[in-house]
């Protein structure tokens, strides 16, 4: 649960909680490389979508983070995530304020024999832009941060997983479930604003 005594949330001590601390690589040899953008408006309010669905799609239908593929003409993971971001719902996040990387993650799903790894970048922008949407999306939800750290729609469900059922943790807000690598993404955000946030002075 959030801090009662905390300093109230910026984008300043996000970017703070950002860089605090490095973040961890993912080893490995060659693995497959994707990225997505955590995009925060002013209000602090996380951009998710919710992908389309096509047969045959291990994440067909999820709650994610836009992004996608590193791609071989991409200066890097992040300008993938930008690519990606402007491709997926027509959000230029060049006027953006970049606001740093997050560990990046191993998916359980691999792509043929390759392991896939994402690489999650945060931004902020000034305003609420107008979205455009293209096939992969099926629509967006903007959720508060301050709802995500307060624990709101924290529960778990059981997901059949290679032959064997596995009790997965998810957040359950409205009719979006968050869960799997996406929700990882929202906890190492978590965890680094509870660290980099200290309580104000006196509060006990």
Known sequence: MADPHA???????LDQALSRH?????SGDDP???AVALVFDPALRLLFIR??????????GHMALPG????????GPRAAAVRETLEE??????????????DELASPVRKGRRRLVVHPFAFAVPDVPALVLNEEVARVHWIGLSRLLAGEGRGRFDLGWEGRTVAMPVIHIGDADIWGLTLRIVDDLAARLQEAIPPLPGAR
């Open 7 to 13: 300093p109230p949330l910026d984008v300043d001590r």
């Open 89 to 102: 719902v027509g959000l230029d996040l060049g006027p953006a304020r970049y606001l740093g990387a997050l």
């Open 51 to 60: 992908r389309s669905e096509h047969e045959g799609d291990p994440w067909s």
């Open 22 to 26: 490095p973040t961890r690589s993912v």
């Open 68 to 75: 996608g593929r590193v791609e071989p003409d991409d200066a």
């Open 32 to 34: 497959q490389r994707a």
